[in-house]
């Protein structure tokens, strides 16, 4: 099965070949416009898609070395993301799809990631093994969610404001970097000292407020980018540069000992031994060393993503629509471009 993939939810235009399971091309194109702005300009994001989707779907079929004629289905986005950016991958899926008279696969964004760790060339990992909770973090969304063998899930806690990619890189403009400062502040990190400063850390077992954190497994991050920024200001400009590692650390340790001990609950909880961390910041490399740690004293198996797919690429867009086609499991004709809507999995709230 040949499984073309198509993703532009942001700004990202990728397109992936899935062949019989095994991702053979993958071509991402991030966009540099948008760096002057600080961050993601949806018009801009939806132009320079329009402009590049022919050519990198060309380049993703090349490499491959697979024709058109040679597709069995076509896969994209349909959400969450921009929806300009979002319309213009699927419009040109769904048109090549209906001009190949090929089956057409919406595949719901944060699904993609949440199963991105099992994209693998070992075929034992191509598949979950069992229940696991999915960690599913970017700069969009901040997602924990329980995960069922039949690729159903619940989530049962997400962001009540800021996401985490979204802290990155605030602070980060706060500190003078550029856009995306999420990578840059894990490469100052690495000579910073993590307890220079202590910053908030919201419905924690750290956080200030008695018992609202027990049994609470949703994100606040909105705190804490008013305290980093609260904190600058009573800083001198000579100090902060000095001190820009530590700072960057702190930072770091802030968003990072949330996110692993949120994840942790829900793992003691449920009784699941199984563990996943997806999305862009799942690059991060202060979360992948600390997730394993705390796995690792818990006995908990950790699936992690290829760097390559942690952040937005269309193998992800192809590699969920190959897994759900070889279970049996069709698209709907129709379905709603909206946050969190799947045409296949099953997804509820606790």
């Known amino acids: ?50 402009r590049l989707i022919v050519s990198i779907v060309d380049a993703a079929l090349t ?32 048109g090549l799809a209906y001009a190949l008279d090929l089956p057409f696969v919406p595949v719901n964004h944060i699904e993609a990631h949440i199963f991105s760790p099992f994209i693998s060339e070992e075929a034992s990992r191509r598949t979950p093994e069992g229940s696991f909770v ?57 000579e910073g000292d993590p307890s220079f400063h202590l910053f908030p850390r919201a419905l924690t077992s750290q956080s200030q407020s008695s018992k609202s954190w027990q049994g609470n497994f949703d994100f606040s991050f909105s705190g804490l ?66 997730m394993q740690q705390a796995c690792d004293r818990e006995g908990v198996r950790l699936y992690l993503p290829k760097p390559l797919y942690s952040t937005d690429n269309a193998a992800m867009i192809a590699s969920l629509a190959h897994l759900k086609l070889s279970r049996g499991m069709r698209a709907e004709y129709l379905y709603n471009i909206a946050p969190y809507a799947s045409f296949a999995a099953a997804s509820r709230r606790d």
């Open 1 to 50: 099965m040949n499984i073309l993939g198509i993703e532009t939810s942001c700004d990202e235009t990728s397109s992936a070949l899935l062949c019989n399971g095994e991702v053979c091309s993958s071509i991402i194109s991030s966009q540099l416009c948008h760096t002057s702005f600080g961050g993601v300009v949806p018009e801009l994001a939806s132009r320079e898609h329009e």
């Open 225 to 290: 980018k008013t305290s980093v920024l609260t904190w600058l200001q009573k800083q001198t400009p000579p100090f902060i540069e000095l001190h820009k590692g530590d700072i960057a650390a702190s930072i770091q340790s802030a968003i990072v000992g949330v996110l692993v001990e949120k994840s942790m609950a829900v793992v003691r909880s449920r009784g699941i031994r199984a563990l996943s961390i997806a999305g862009g910041v799942s690059a991060n490399s202060a979360l992948r060393r600390a």
């Open 134 to 190: 999915s960690l599913t973090v970017s700069g969009g969304h901040t997602l924990l969610s329980v995960v069922e063998p039949d690729l159903s899930y619940t989530v049962v806690g997400r962001t009540l404001d800021d996401a985490a990619g979204e802290a990155f890189d605030k602070t980060g403009k706060m500190l003078g970097l550029p856009y995306p400062a999420g990578p840059i502040i894990d490469k100052l990190a690495e």
């Open 63 to 94: 490499e491959a070395n697979i024709t058109k004629n040679e597709l069995d289905a076509i896969a994209a986005t349909a959400g969450p993301g921009l929806i300009g950016a979002v319309m213009v991958g699927l419009s040109f899926a769904q």
